[in-house]
């Protein structure tokens, strides 16, 4: 698991945990929850926010507050044979 501040450009991951309440009533009230799969839009490194989607919508946060929310990155691999 990693923060959310750690993963890199075009990354999937599942929310797993908010530790920051305002953070947390603030997602809460835009409909972004625990165990929503987010794809990271935008992080580098000499930049202070992060983007991800989450539900069709873009967020932005400064990278100090995305330290709080925990994700598990995942990756999709398809086969069509």
Do not use: Q
Request: aromatic share 12%; proline share 6%; hydrophobic share 40%.
């Amino acid at each position: 698991m990693k923060p959310l501040s750690e993963l890199p450009e075009g990354e999937f991951a599942y929310i797993v945990d908010l530790r920051d309440r305002r953070l947390t009533a603030e997602l809460f009230d835009l409909g972004c929850f625990p165990g929503d799969l987010i794809r990271v839009v935008e992080n580098t490194p000499d930049a202070d926010f992060i983007t991800f989607r989450c539900r069709k919508h873009d967020f932005h946060l400064f990278k100090n507050r995305a330290r709080s929310i925990i994700t598990n990155p995942t990756s999709f691999d398809f086969c069509l044979n």
